[in-house]
Protein backbone atom coordinates (compact mmCIF):
# COMPACT_ATOMS: atom_id res chain seq x y z
CA UNK A 1 0.00 0.00 0.00
CA UNK A 2 3.05 2.37 0.85
CA UNK A 3 4.36 1.72 -2.50
CA UNK A 4 1.25 2.68 -4.20
CA UNK A 5 0.40 5.88 -2.14
CA UNK A 6 4.08 7.34 -2.92
CA UNK A 7 3.33 6.13 -6.76
CA UNK A 8 -0.08 7.70 -7.00
CA UNK A 9 1.39 11.60 -5.27
CA UNK A 10 4.69 11.05 -7.87
CA UNK A 11 2.76 10.65 -10.77
CA UNK A 12 -0.20 13.67 -9.65
CA UNK A 13 3.21 15.72 -8.77
CA UNK A 14 4.38 15.24 -12.34
CA UNK A 15 0.64 16.21 -14.02
CA UNK A 16 -1.20 14.14 -16.77
CA UNK A 17 0.61 11.18 -18.60
CA UNK A 18 -0.51 9.17 -21.86
CA UNK A 19 -2.09 5.88 -20.54
CA UNK A 20 -4.80 4.54 -18.40
CA UNK A 21 -6.23 5.97 -14.98
CA UNK A 22 -5.14 3.68 -12.47
CA UNK A 23 -6.82 3.82 -8.71
CA UNK A 24 -5.66 2.42 -5.37
CA UNK A 25 -8.03 1.22 -2.55
CA UNK A 26 -6.68 4.60 -0.82
CA UNK A 27 -8.69 6.74 -3.05
CA UNK A 28 -5.62 8.17 -5.10
CA UNK A 29 -5.67 8.46 -8.55
CA UNK A 30 -2.72 8.13 -11.42
CA UNK A 31 -2.34 7.82 -15.22
CA UNK A 32 -0.10 5.51 -16.08
CA UNK A 33 0.21 2.46 -18.47
CA UNK A 34 0.95 -0.97 -18.24
CA UNK A 35 3.90 -1.86 -19.54
CA UNK A 36 3.93 -6.03 -18.06
CA UNK A 37 2.28 -8.04 -15.48
CA UNK A 38 3.33 -11.03 -13.60
CA UNK A 39 1.62 -13.06 -11.03
CA UNK A 40 0.14 -10.97 -8.00
CA UNK A 41 2.03 -7.66 -9.45
CA UNK A 42 1.42 -4.98 -12.71
CA UNK A 43 5.00 -2.71 -14.22
CA UNK A 44 3.34 0.48 -14.69
CA UNK A 45 5.05 3.30 -16.53
CA UNK A 46 4.52 6.58 -15.50
CA UNK A 47 5.04 10.23 -17.39
CA UNK A 48 8.86 10.58 -16.40
CA UNK A 49 9.67 6.93 -17.76
CA UNK A 50 10.23 5.35 -14.74
CA UNK A 51 8.87 1.89 -14.75
CA UNK A 52 7.31 0.74 -10.80
CA UNK A 53 6.48 -2.37 -9.80
CA UNK A 54 2.83 -2.45 -8.56
CA UNK A 55 0.89 -5.17 -6.08
CA UNK A 56 -2.54 -5.69 -7.87
CA UNK A 57 -3.90 -6.47 -4.55
CA UNK A 58 -3.27 -2.49 -4.15
CA UNK A 59 -5.57 -1.31 -6.89
CA UNK A 60 -9.26 -0.97 -6.85
CA UNK A 61 -11.45 -4.02 -7.94
CA UNK A 62 -11.86 -2.16 -11.80
CA UNK A 63 -8.59 -1.94 -12.60
CA UNK A 64 -7.14 -5.16 -10.73
CA UNK A 65 -10.48 -6.40 -13.50
CA UNK A 66 -8.41 -4.68 -16.34
CA UNK A 67 -4.91 -5.98 -15.88
CA UNK A 68 -6.11 -9.55 -15.21
CA UNK A 69 -7.41 -9.45 -18.83
CA UNK A 70 -4.51 -7.11 -20.26
CA UNK A 71 -2.13 -8.46 -22.66
CA UNK A 72 1.11 -7.32 -24.44
CA UNK A 73 1.10 -6.41 -28.01
CA UNK A 74 3.14 -9.61 -28.82
CA UNK A 75 1.02 -12.35 -26.56
CA UNK A 76 -2.26 -10.36 -28.44
CA UNK A 77 -0.66 -10.63 -31.84
CA UNK A 78 0.94 -14.58 -30.99
CA UNK A 79 -3.12 -14.82 -30.14
CA UNK A 80 -4.72 -14.18 -33.08
CA UNK A 81 -2.29 -15.55 -35.11
CA UNK A 82 -4.08 -18.88 -33.59
CA UNK A 83 -7.56 -17.66 -34.17
CA UNK A 84 -8.90 -20.10 -37.61
CA UNK A 85 -11.07 -16.95 -39.66
CA UNK A 86 -14.01 -19.29 -39.61
CA UNK A 87 -14.32 -19.87 -36.46
CA UNK A 88 -14.14 -16.20 -35.37
CA UNK A 89 -16.43 -15.18 -38.11
CA UNK A 90 -19.20 -18.10 -36.90
CA UNK A 91 -18.05 -16.62 -33.21
CA UNK A 92 -19.70 -13.34 -33.81
CA UNK A 93 -23.11 -14.26 -35.20
CA UNK A 94 -21.93 -15.36 -39.12
CA UNK A 95 -22.64 -18.03 -41.37
CA UNK A 96 -21.43 -19.26 -44.22
CA UNK A 97 -22.81 -19.77 -47.91
CA UNK A 98 -21.22 -21.85 -50.86
CA UNK A 99 -20.10 -19.67 -53.52
CA UNK A 100 -19.54 -20.63 -57.32
CA UNK A 101 -17.70 -18.72 -60.27
CA UNK A 102 -19.00 -18.84 -63.94
CA UNK A 103 -18.44 -17.60 -66.67
CA UNK A 104 -17.08 -14.88 -64.97
CA UNK A 105 -20.22 -14.31 -62.41
CA UNK A 106 -20.92 -14.97 -58.90
CA UNK A 107 -22.87 -17.18 -57.58
CA UNK A 108 -24.11 -18.06 -54.04
CA UNK A 109 -25.98 -21.23 -52.79
CA UNK A 110 -28.55 -20.36 -50.18
CA UNK A 111 -31.67 -22.31 -48.69
CA UNK A 112 -34.65 -21.06 -48.16
CA UNK A 113 -37.22 -22.75 -45.97
CA UNK A 114 -35.80 -25.73 -47.10
CA UNK A 115 -35.71 -25.18 -50.78
CA UNK A 116 -32.49 -24.99 -52.71
CA UNK A 117 -31.62 -21.52 -54.48
CA UNK A 118 -29.12 -20.42 -56.76
CA UNK A 119 -28.54 -16.64 -56.80
CA UNK A 120 -26.31 -14.64 -58.52
CA UNK A 121 -24.62 -12.04 -56.33
CA UNK A 122 -25.34 -8.59 -57.72
CA UNK A 123 -24.92 -5.05 -56.38
CA UNK A 124 -27.59 -3.56 -58.89
CA UNK A 125 -30.59 -4.10 -57.09
CA UNK A 126 -30.67 -3.02 -53.13
CA UNK A 127 -33.67 -5.31 -52.77
CA UNK A 128 -33.36 -9.42 -53.77
CA UNK A 129 -35.49 -10.57 -56.49
CA UNK A 130 -36.88 -14.38 -57.11
CA UNK A 131 -37.74 -15.55 -60.62
CA UNK A 132 -41.22 -16.14 -60.15
CA UNK A 133 -41.10 -19.87 -61.58
CA UNK A 134 -38.55 -20.87 -58.98
CA UNK A 135 -40.85 -19.31 -56.64
CA UNK A 136 -44.20 -21.52 -57.80
CA UNK A 137 -41.95 -24.55 -58.42
CA UNK A 138 -40.18 -24.73 -54.78
CA UNK A 139 -43.69 -23.97 -53.42
CA UNK A 140 -42.61 -20.55 -51.82
CA UNK A 141 -45.39 -18.74 -50.40
CA UNK A 142 -45.54 -15.69 -53.10
CA UNK A 143 -47.67 -12.55 -52.16
CA UNK A 144 -48.75 -10.52 -55.08
CA UNK A 145 -49.05 -6.70 -55.59
CA UNK A 146 -51.62 -4.51 -57.04
CA UNK A 147 -50.40 -2.52 -60.03
CA UNK A 148 -49.10 -4.80 -62.32
CA UNK A 149 -45.33 -3.93 -63.65
CA UNK A 150 -42.35 -6.46 -63.50
CA UNK A 151 -42.82 -6.48 -59.89
CA UNK A 152 -45.27 -9.73 -59.41
CA UNK A 153 -45.16 -9.55 -55.96
CA UNK A 154 -42.68 -10.34 -52.88
CA UNK A 155 -41.71 -13.46 -50.82
CA UNK A 156 -41.11 -13.62 -47.60
CA UNK A 157 -39.09 -17.33 -46.71
CA UNK A 158 -38.96 -17.54 -42.58
CA UNK A 159 -35.50 -18.62 -42.93
CA UNK A 160 -32.75 -18.32 -45.50
CA UNK A 161 -29.24 -19.53 -44.88
CA UNK A 162 -27.06 -22.62 -45.62
CA UNK A 163 -29.70 -25.10 -44.27
CA UNK A 164 -29.40 -25.51 -41.03
CA UNK A 165 -31.67 -23.57 -37.91
CA UNK A 166 -29.37 -20.38 -38.47
CA UNK A 167 -30.26 -17.83 -40.86
CA UNK A 168 -31.77 -14.79 -41.79
CA UNK A 169 -35.25 -14.37 -40.55
CA UNK A 170 -38.01 -13.00 -43.25
CA UNK A 171 -35.70 -11.64 -45.56
CA UNK A 172 -38.27 -9.84 -48.28
CA UNK A 173 -37.53 -10.87 -51.91
CA UNK A 174 -38.89 -9.14 -55.05
CA UNK A 175 -40.82 -11.25 -57.51
CA UNK A 176 -40.30 -10.90 -61.21
CA UNK A 177 -40.24 -12.88 -64.27
CA UNK A 178 -36.41 -12.49 -64.95
CA UNK A 179 -36.67 -13.67 -68.67
CA UNK A 180 -33.58 -12.43 -69.75
CA UNK A 181 -31.83 -14.35 -67.14
CA UNK A 182 -30.70 -17.89 -68.02
CA UNK A 183 -32.27 -21.03 -66.71
CA UNK A 184 -30.80 -22.72 -63.39
CA UNK A 185 -30.76 -19.39 -61.81
CA UNK A 186 -33.34 -18.63 -59.03
CA UNK A 187 -32.50 -14.84 -58.56
CA UNK A 188 -30.57 -12.33 -57.32
CA UNK A 189 -29.25 -10.79 -54.12
CA UNK A 190 -26.67 -8.41 -52.94
CA UNK A 191 -26.63 -4.48 -52.18
CA UNK A 192 -28.73 -3.75 -49.24
CA UNK A 193 -29.12 -7.23 -48.33
CA UNK A 194 -24.73 -7.77 -47.83
CA UNK A 195 -24.60 -4.37 -45.76
CA UNK A 196 -27.29 -5.01 -43.77
CA UNK A 197 -25.67 -8.52 -43.21
CA UNK A 198 -21.77 -7.18 -43.00
CA UNK A 199 -21.03 -9.29 -45.86
CA UNK A 200 -17.77 -11.24 -46.11
CA UNK A 201 -16.53 -12.86 -48.78
CA UNK A 202 -13.67 -15.51 -48.73
CA UNK A 203 -12.12 -16.06 -51.89
CA UNK A 204 -9.83 -18.73 -50.40
CA UNK A 205 -12.67 -20.84 -49.57
CA UNK A 206 -15.01 -19.53 -52.01
CA UNK A 207 -17.39 -18.72 -48.87
CA UNK A 208 -19.71 -16.03 -48.50
CA UNK A 209 -20.48 -15.00 -44.95
CA UNK A 210 -23.54 -12.77 -43.51
CA UNK A 211 -24.28 -11.71 -40.08
CA UNK A 212 -26.95 -13.03 -38.93
CA UNK A 213 -27.60 -12.36 -34.91
Request: hydrophobic share 40%; glycine share 10%; with cysteine.
Amino acid sequence: MKILSLLLVAGLLCGAVQGREFKGKNGKVIEAEIVSKSPGKVMLKLENGKEVEVPVGSLSEADQLYVAVWESPEDRTKRLKAVKLDEALEAQGFIPLTVTLEEGQMFVSVNADGQALKLLISHQNDQPVLRKSSVDEKGLKLKPVEGGGQILGTCSPDLVGAGDERGIKNLEFLVADLTNMPAGIDGMIGGQVFVDHSARLDFLTKRLWLKVD
